[in-house]
């Protein structure tokens, strides 16, 4: 239940400070890399699960599967991330990836062989949340945003 509150708290925080007229910095998150260690398995989960694209690159001896940014979209980009530093985990940090419909994304993440970790549930009057476990052992956060 903790992180139902967090994330409501998040949401109503943004929408807080979007609403007021302050000189804008950036949000504090601005790239993540999500641990893998199979790169084939894990773009196959992402792509089927999510959509996502990916271009290969190799960066300070690590492969890395950049995802799509767009400097004038909202939100931040990662890659996924393979080499001898990157060690998936339940017990890391949670990033929490955007989703049209948690249903659908946790159907398609079931058939992609994830493991449902927290079901959706409403997270105040703000979003729906829920938790998976990816193809390469994360705990990965959905959120999907209430209109």
């Known amino acids: 239940m903790i992180m139902i509150a967090s994330v409501a708290m998040l949401v109503s925080a943004c929408s807080i400070h979007e609403s007021k007229n302050m000189v804008q910095k950036p949000n504090p998150a601005m790239y993540f890399e999500i641990p893998v260690t199979d790169m084939t398995r894990a773009m196959a989960f992402y792509e089927k699960v999510f959509g996502f694209d990916f271009q290969l690159e190799q960066i300070h001896h690590n492969q890395m599967a950049l995802m799509h940014f767009d400097l004038n979209g909202?939100?931040?980009?990662?890659?996924?991330?393979?080499?001898?530093?990157?060690?998936?985990?339940?017990?890391?940090?949670?990033?929490?990836?955007?989703?049209?419909?948690?249903?659908?994304?946790?159907?398609?993440?079931?058939l992609a062989g994830a493991k449902v970790l927290f079901p959706k549930t409403k997270a105040g009057e703000y979003a729906y949340v829920a938790e998976i476990e990816d193809s390469e052992g994360n705990r990965i956060g959905l959120i999907e945003p209430l209109p």
Do not use: R, V, W
């Open 74 to 110: 909202s939100g931040i980009s990662g890659a996924l991330a393979m080499g001898e530093i990157y060690k998936p985990s339940l017990h890391g940090t949670l990033i929490y990836l955007h989703a049209e419909s948690i249903d659908s994304t946790l159907t398609s993440a079931q």
